[in-house]
C-alpha cells in the first residue's frame, strides 16, 4: 500500500477533533484559527477559538475591533501581535475585497501579517486546494521518510520538501491529507522519541528506527531577570487584559503584578524602552499617571 493511501486509513481511525476541523469550514474561521496556531498549542487554540468568534463572528465584526478588544480576546494565546495582524488583515478584506479572504497566494500574502504557511493553510483547509503546507511538524515528517535522517533534529530545507510534499497529496484530499500529516507528527512522529514500531508508513520510511535522539540548541534571547524579553512583554499586557477596560494603573504597580517584586533602580531603564516599544507596537497606552491598555 502507498504512502497516501495508509497514512489516510491510519488518520480515518485516528483523527484528532479541533472545533476548526470540520467539514466545508467557514474561510474566516481558517484564517482565524490558523493564525492561532501558529506558535500556539492545539489545546489553547481550542479553548481560545469558541471564545473569539463569539465575540468577532465575522470578518466585519473584526475589522472594526480596536487593539484593546482584539488584545483581550487574544488572551491565552502570547504572540500577541498576531492578533493586532489578523485584525488588519480583516480590515484589509473588508476595504480591499469587499469582506472576501482572496483565494490567491499572492493576494493572500498582501495581507497584513499573513506569510507563506498561513496563505497556503488557508487555501488548504478551507478550498481544499493542492498546495503543500509546512509547519514544524510537518517539516519533521517530511524530512524523516525522505531520506535517512540520523538524528531527531535533522530536517530537509523547504525548497527540497516542497516537490517530495506534492507527491503526495492527493489532488480531491488535500486538507484530509496535511490533517493527517500534522497528527502523525503531533502524535507519532514526534520531535524527541518517534513510534516508529506504531508508524503506519514505517516501511517505506528510511528513517524508521534509526534516529538518535538529540537536543536541538535553543535560540538565545536578551533576558531580564531570567526570562526573555518576549515573556515580559506577555506578562504586561496579561495584568492590564485583566483590567476593566480604560482602568489605568501606576507603572510601578504594573511591574509588581507582572513580577510579584518591585522594580530596582538600575532596571528602571529596561522597563520603561519595554513601555515604550509596546506603546509603539499598539499594545497599550501610556498616560501622564500610569499605563492602561490600547483603545
Ligand atoms: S517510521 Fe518513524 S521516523 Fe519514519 S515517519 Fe514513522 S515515526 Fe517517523
Not at 149 to 155: E, G, H, L, M, V
Request: aromatic share 8%; charged share 25%.
Amino acid at each position: 500500500m502507498d504512502c497516501t493511501r495508509s497514512l489516510l486509513r491510519w488518520y480515518r481511525k485516528n483523527a484528532r477533533t479541533f472545533p476548526w476541523r470540520i467539514e466545508k469550514p467557514d474561510p474566516y474561521v481558517v484564517l482565524v484559527s490558523e493564525t492561532m496556531l501558529q506558535q500556539t498549542q492545539t489545546s489553547r487554540v481550542a479553548e481560545a477559538l469558541p471564545k473569539f468568534l463569539e465575540r468577532f463572528p465575522t470578518i466585519e465584526t473584526l475589522a472594526k475591533a480596536t487593539n484593546g478588544d482584539v488584545i483581550r480576546q487574544w488572551k491565552g494565546l502570547g504572540y500577541n501581535s498576531r492578533a493586532l495582524r489578523l485584525r488588519d488583515a480583516a480590515k484589509a478584506v473588508v476595504a480591499d475585497h469587499g469582506g472576501i479572504i482572496p483565494r490567491s497566494l499572492p493576494l493572500l500574502q498582501s495581507l497584513p501579517g499573513v506569510g507563506p504557511y498561513t496563505s497556503a493553510a488557508f487555501l488548504c483547509f478551507a478550498h481544499n486546494k493542492k498546495v503543500v503546507v509546512l509547519d514544524v511538524n510537518v517539516r519533521r515528517v517530511y524530512s524523516r521518510l525522505m531520506k535517512r535522517q540520523r538524528t531527531t533534529a535533522d530536517t530537509e530545507t523547504d525548497n527540497t520538501l516542497i516537490p517530495f510534499a506534492e507527491s503526495f497529496i492527493p489532488a480531491r484530499s488535500a486538507a484530509e491529507w496535511h490533517h493527517a500529516v500534522m497528527d502523525l507528527g503531533a502524535t507519532i512522529c514526534t520531535a524527541r522519541s518517534p513510534a516508529c514500531t506504531s508508524c503506519p508508513l514505517a516501511q517505506s520510511c528510511p528513517s524508521n528506527s534509526i534516529l538518535i535522539n538529540v537536543a536541538r540548541a535553543k535560540k538565545r534571547e536578551p533576558e531580564f531577570r531570567g526570562d526573555p524579553r518576549r515573556l515580559w512583554r506577555g506578562r504586561f499586557i496579561d495584568v492590564l487584559r485583566r483590567c476593566s477596560p480604560r482602568t489605568e494603573l501606576k507603572l510601578s504597580v504594573l511591574f509588581k503584578r507582572a513580577a510579584g517584586s518591585p522594580l530596582l533602580d538600575d532596571e528602571q531603564e529596561w522597563y520603561a524602552a519595554t513601555l515604550e516599544q509596546l506603546q509603539t507596537d499598539g499594545f497599550i497606552r501610556l498616560m501622564p499617571k500610569g499605563v492602561r491598555l490600547a483603545d
